[in-house]
């Protein structure tokens, strides 16, 4: 019973291309966010979703959106992939929006862009 | 724009000694802090929290926060091999948890 699940794990393609990564998770949660993991290993938010709604949008590039149908989903689509969106993309959720939350991590999406 | 700083690392001891992880962060007014352990290859997974002053100990680990210093730390006794990963700091926040960049630690048989 994975509680945080994405897919796919790996994902090679070329610049250019456009692709999507999914995340679904069965614990109940109301938030969900993705993060970005580079080279250094520096885990940065990208965005946070409350109950379907964009709560956090940092300084993203517009050829990513999220999209979330519904609380248990926030996927990431990728327009016009580049070299340097390679990296591990985590979704995660925690309990509604507020401090003293936990967040669950999903096993990670590593991206190469070639 | 909080920010929670690492030192990098690796932090090497050796086997069964006390491993000492710290970090500051800038936010005065930050309430909560997470210890997470990243294994390689692998995703962020939560060891303690801690939100007031002093110490939290659970079994091995012991977190510390000082918020009038603005720091954190994770202190792991009688560290096994088995510990050696990548300890990243967080500042929990609004619908977000703010990490520092991890701090390796390597333990020596």
């Known amino acids: 019973d994975t509680a945080v699940s994405q897919t796919p794990k790996y994902l090679v393609t070329q610049m250019g291309n456009d692709k999507s990564i999914k995340c679904e998770q069965n614990?109940?949660?109301?938030?969900m966010y993705w993060y970005k993991q580079d080279s250094k290993k520096f885990l940065k938010i990208m965005f946070s979703y409350n109950n379907k709604e964009l709560i956090i949008n940092e300084t993203v590039p517009n050829r990513f959106s999220p999209k979330s149908p519904d609380k248990a989903h926030l996927n990431l689509h990728i327009n016009s992939l580049e070299l340097g969106d390679s990296a591990v993309y985590f979704c995660a959720s925690s309990r509604p929006g507020r401090e003293n939350t936990e967040a669950f991590f999903g096993q990670g999406t590593r991206l190469t862009v070639v | 724009q909080k920010e929670v700083e690492q030192n990098s690392g690796p932090l090497s001891v050796p086997e069964g000694a006390i491993a000492s992880l710290n970090c500051t962060y800038s936010?005065?007014?930050?309430?909560?802090f997470f210890w997470y352990r990243q294994y390689s290859g692998k995703s962020p997974e939560l060891i303690m929290f801690?939100?007031?002053?002093g110490d939290k100990e659970d079994g091995r680990f012991t977190a510390q926060l000082n918020k009038a210093s603005q720091y954190v730390s994770l202190l792991i006794r009688d560290s096994q091999p088995s510990d050696s990963a990548t300890y990243l700091c967080?500042?929990?926040?609004?619908?977000?948890?703010?990490f520092g960049k991890g701090t390796m630690l390597l333990v020596s048989p």
């Open positions: 614990l109940g949660h109301d938030t």
């Open positions: 936010d005065r007014g930050s309430q909560s």
């Open positions: 967080a500042d929990s926040g609004y619908s977000t948890l703010t």
């Open positions: 801690i939100y007031s002053n």
